[in-house]
């Protein structure tokens, strides 16, 4: 599978917010959006909590691997090479995905440890591009967006209402990102425009916000 067939499967926020990324950053934002979106259908095609974990071991196991030992045929962990020995750092993410597996109402701790884990992911990117002094700013863009990305898809209403004391209580300043990170801007800056109150692309003039966010980082 190559890059395009695994763009062709993020969300329509993804794509727009890799459409941005400087050619040389996109690369490992694409294996990053990628290992995340493909950790999300594990969650959210299991029924049965016990068999997700053995899913999510299997991810974590390859993450940890060196890369001479790594699973074959596995486009997604074939793009993470970028990644190099940081790879196994993103075993936040999975951690962070499988704290959403299990019986609703979710413990407020493990929503978030869900945005942890992706804003975790966020910081080790920045990283990998050469700018990790913005590390933090990643970490809290990445987390941002989770916790926006997650509140709609809530059903349960204690969820519902953890992760909006959760959104409360987020630093929700305007973080200063990169180039480089453009598209972790954009999708910051479509979290703090929904706040969890609506889908990141849920209007038109959402739409229009992304294009001035990936051109101009405003």
Sequence with gaps: MDSALLTADLPLERRLALSYAPSRARPATLALFA???A????VRSTREAMLGQLRLAWWRE???????????????LAALHVFGDRRARLECLVDGWEALLGEAPLPQDHLTQFAAGRGEACAVLAEVLGAGESAGS???AGSAWALAELA???SDPQERDCVAALIADHPWENVALPRTLRPLKLLHGLALRSKGQAPLLDRRRDILAAFRLGLLGL
């Design 62 to 76: 390859a993450l940890a691997r060196p890369l001479d030992r790594q699973p074959q045929g596995e486009p997604v």
């Design 152 to 154: 709609p898809r809530l």
């Design 35 to 37: 290992l995340d979106g």
């Design 39 to 42: 950790l999300g259908r594990v």
């Design 138 to 140: 990643a970490r809290l």
